[in-house]
């Protein structure tokens, strides 16, 4: 075989890999189209102000996600002021302040299999330590810390990565300038590395808003009919809520749940949102 025959047969094998994932790439955008058609043709027409404002019902037409949607904010809200300053201080002690040993190298390798833990796996170890041994009950701040856990890892891993971003040339020229280490990480450090601590502390989070699991096993109620006032009261989540409502034998509970499908999907763009314009705003910041 030649040469000339050899770069055909390459051309070819790289014609051949390029069409494959392309395929693969169309075969997930098709399937997730279909989805959100599914999903918007039976939900569009159920949502309304009073489906937002309504608390649930066993009649279809007057059964709402209030109770849900305010569970799943505070959940999120405690979730995220338990998991982030957690996650973002152990990245920095793993990056910076912890020596290179088989101990060290033992923590990280043991963060990075946590991520890879089923939810479920964490319910059940929120339940035994949050729920009962700690004696919180079947509460919001339960549930938040089980979610907490569930997070963690990935808010780890991605603030690690991002700290190791920084150019050694910054921190050199920071200690240069007799700075202390604490300044160097508070002045230089975190302000350069902040849009991508954000982009997985978000990932995290979306995450955590869309899981049921962890909830369930924790105790988090299918019905509600108040609304959750403090950290310790009962509560229900919008995957918990859109589950329940599927389930019923009912067929217009179908088109309620996808309403609900509907409402989380717009609260999980928005927070995604909110992460891009943040992440953006420091990188020109840091540009500049």
């Known amino acids: 075989m030649n040469e000339s025959q050899r770069i055909k047969r390459r051309k070819f094998k790289n014609s051949i890999f390029h069409a494959i ?33 309504n ?65 479920i796996i964490y ?34 891993i991605s603030s690690q990565e991002a700290l190791r971003t920084v150019p050694t040339s910054l921190k050199q020229a920071s200690y240069a300038l007799g700075t202390t280490k604490w300044q160097t990480i508070t002045g230089v450090i975190l302000p350069y590395s902040i849009p991508g601590i954000l982009t997985g502390t978000i990932l995290g989070i979306s995450r955590a808003l869309g899981e049921a699991a962890p909830l369930i096993v924790v105790g988090a109620l299918a019905y509600v009919s108040f609304i959750p006032a403090t950290p310790f009261d009962q509560f229900t989540v919008l995957p918990i809520q859109i589950f329940n409502w599927s389930s019923m034998p009912k067929r217009e509970f179908q088109n309620v749940a996808a309403a609900g499908i509907i409402v989380l999907l717009a609260i999980l763009l928005s927070v995604n949102s909110i992460a891009i314009i943040l992440r953006n705003k420091y990188q020109i910041r840091m540009k500049d």
């Open 21 to 53: 994932i392309f395929a693969c790439t169309l075969f997930g955008i098709i399937v997730l189209a279909i989805l959100l058609y599914s999903i918007l043709n039976k939900g569009l027409r159920w949502l309304s102000i009073e489906f937002i404002t």
């Open 55 to 119: 608390f649930p019902s066993r009649f279809p037409k007057k059964a709402g996600i209030f109770p849900a949607l305010l569970g799943s904010l505070w959940l999120i809200v405690l979730t995220a002021i338990i998991a982030f300053p957690i996650g973002v201080g152990t990245a920095i002690y793993l990056e910076e302040y912890a020596k290179e040993n088989r101990f060290t190298e033992f923590i990280k390798l043991n963060i990075a299999n946590l991520a890879g833990v089923p939810a």
């Open 123 to 156: 319910g059940m170890l929120g339940l035994a330590v949050f729920v009962r041994a700690l004696g919180f009950g079947r509460s919001i701040l339960a549930g938040a810390l089980t979610m907490s856990l569930l997070i963690l890892p990935t808010i780890i």
